[in-house]
């Protein structure tokens, strides 16, 4: 392999000069690969962990802001809709004018971004500086792995990968904890102004630690019309994953935003074949190991996202505990995941990603299918079996995949291949908790008039068996208030066992969607770029 000439533009105190990326810089602070990894760890985390533990706090908000339950789905929706959006132009960003500058803009931001939603005393602001959130953090995420990407050695970059992808499984399954922590203990704003000292603090490590090393053949322009058509692609399909569970899978307005969203592909696409400088070349496409990674990236987070769903409606509206309880049954997903993460990139370093990916897949299509058997009196130990084998099944995939995109980009798109990773774990999440919950809905709806009839409970009008049916799919009973508790027992009996018909329907799925990304996962191969910027610090 030829190695990838790099320039250190981090400023005039350091060396500007082109440098060959295997001669090794002088040691200290600036550019040690590990304090780096440290310094983006600690960025990423706070992008990840608003991803879910924001849940937590919206019935909080709700009742504070006196929020409709619209306006509180817009907090999620309106931070995963900009995150979605913007990864891919933010990665071309950080090919253009240095990870470094992009990853400290992207803290900055989101940490005050996150103050500002503290300080809001009004819905609309709330959601407002929660699209400003989702902006940052898609500058940072990209960022966060072209800066691993130049200054890890090719024989430590799975490691590196390993220990980022520990962090932002750790931090989205850990979200649920803190939350429920913070909100408990101190109120809802403490969830968001938690961010601000750590991004104080992962400004000083960047601004102390961040070497910037830029590709000699970065891009000098920008696909304005590249970045339009993407953008506008990108927004149509997830907000049609967005609002599908409300409007309906047969209604227009969802295939309309469908078809608007594939038309700007295939427009896209087009465009991308007639520009100099393209958003994204798509050559890049042409390694199957590449286009396998990121196919991969989308059914895993299917898979993850989709099934985590409805676990925590199981748990906290079928066994009945507590949001902290509930983050603390899920311990053993987190403890695998941080403990799986950099085994796995020891693992794929030694024997390359193809069967630990595999492997990791097929675990998950395991656990996926021991979730399918859970029932209302499924105790604990169980549980946390099949939590722990899903953890240890999505460890190696989080850092396979994310290792087989960027290590099979050019170097001079490392930040293209990032924001790549994220938008297919992004879409990925969208499609799963879309099809899943369509799944979940339409089993539910199929059920609930039989079960509720066979319970010998009082008869439904349509319009009251619609209401109910939207409360089982959350599984909360639709208990209403005066009734007697022999009958209120009877519909919380009924009410759950409907759930469960249908988490179990959705978590098959959800195994299926695992077993097809066990094949997807034998495309996959070594990054043939990976040296590209190695040794580009010294260790």
């Not at 993407?230 to 295939?255: E, H, N, Q, Y």
């Not at 370093?349 to 209302?376: C, D, H, N, Q, V």
Request: aromatic residues 8%; hydrophobic residues 55%; proline residues 5%.
């Amino acid at each position: 392999m030829t190695s990838q000439t790099t320039i250190d533009t981090t400023g005039p105190g350091d060396k500007a000069s082109a440098a060959p990326s295997d001669v090794p810089q002088a040691s200290g602070l600036r550019g040690h690969p590990w304090f780096t990894l440290i310094t983006v760890a600690v960025g990423v985390m706070m992008v990840a962990l608003d991803g879910t533990i924001v849940a937590i706090a919206n019935p909080a908000i709700q009742k504070d802001l006196k929020a409709s339950f619209a306006d509180v789905q817009w907090i999620t929706n309106g931070y995963f809709l900009a995150l979605a959006v913007s990864l891919i132009t933010a990665g071309k960003l950080g090919d253009r004018f240095g990870h470094r500058q992009t990853f400290l803009i992207g803290v900055v931001g989101f940490a005050a971004a996150s103050g500002a939603i503290g300080l809001s005393s009004s819905i609309a602001a709330v959601v407002t500086f929660r699209v400003f959130q989702g902006l940052f953090g898609a500058l940072l995420m990209p960022a966060a792995l072209g800066l691993l990407r130049a200054t890890f050695p090719a024989e430590k970059l799975n490691m590196a990968i390993g220990i980022w992808g520990m962090v932002i499984g750790a931090s989205t399954a850990g979200g649920p904890i803190l939350g429920g922590v913070l909100v408990e203990h101190v109120n809802w704003q403490s969830v968001f102004f938690i961010n601000v000292p750590v991004g104080a603090i992962a400004l000083i490590l960047g601004l102390l630690i961040l070497r910037d090393h830029r590709a000699e053949n970065a891009p000098r322009s920008f696909d304005l019309l590249g970045i339009a058509l993407l953008s506008g692609a990108m927004f149509c399909l997830v907000w049609a994953l967005i609002k599908a569970p409300s409007w309906g899978w047969g209604d227009g307005r969802t295939w309309t935003f469908i078809a608007v969203s594939i038309v700007g592909f295939v427009l896209f696409s087009f465009w991308e074949t007639k520009v100099e400088e393209p958003l994204i070349p798509l050559g890049l496409f042409r390694s199957v190991a590449l286009s396998a990674g990121v196919v991969l990236m989308v059914l895993m987070a299917i898979a993850f996202m989709g099934g985590l769903f409805f676990v925590t409606f199981y748990l906290q509206n079928v066994h009945g505990m507590k949001p902290i309880d509930a983050g603390e049954h899920l311990l053993p997903l987190t403890g695998m995941m941080i403990v799986g993460s950099p085994l796995a990139g020891a693992l794929i370093t030694k024997l390359g990603p193809r069967i630990p990916l595999a492997g990791g897949m097929a675990a998950t299509a395991i656990a996926m299918y021991g979730m399918s058997t859970l029932e209302a009196d499924t105790g604990s130990a169980v549980m946390s079996l099949w939590f722990a084998l899903l953890g240890l099944g999505l460890a190696p995939v989080m850092v396979g995949a994310t290792e087989v995109i960027v290590g099979n980009a050019p170097m001079e798109l490392s930040g293209v291949a990032g924001g790549l990773q994220q938008a297919a774990m992004q879409i990925g999440g969208s499609l799963g908790t879309a099809v899943l919950g369509a799944v979940m809905a339409s089993k539910v709806d199929s059920d609930l008039a039989g079960n509720w009839k066979d319970a010998g409970l009082p008869p439904l009008t349509p319009t009251q068996l619609g209401q109910a049916s939207e409360a089982v799919q959350v599984g909360v009973a639709p208990v209403a208030k005066g009734t007697p508790e022999a009958i209120a027992a009877k519909i919380a009996d009924v009410a759950h066992d409907t759930f469960i018909s249908g988490m179990s329907l959705a978590s098959l799925v959800a195994c299926s969607v695992a077993v097809v990304a066990v094949f997807v996962a034998l495309l996959t191969k070594r990054g043939e770029n990976a040296e590209a910027g190695a040794g580009a610090a010294h260790i």
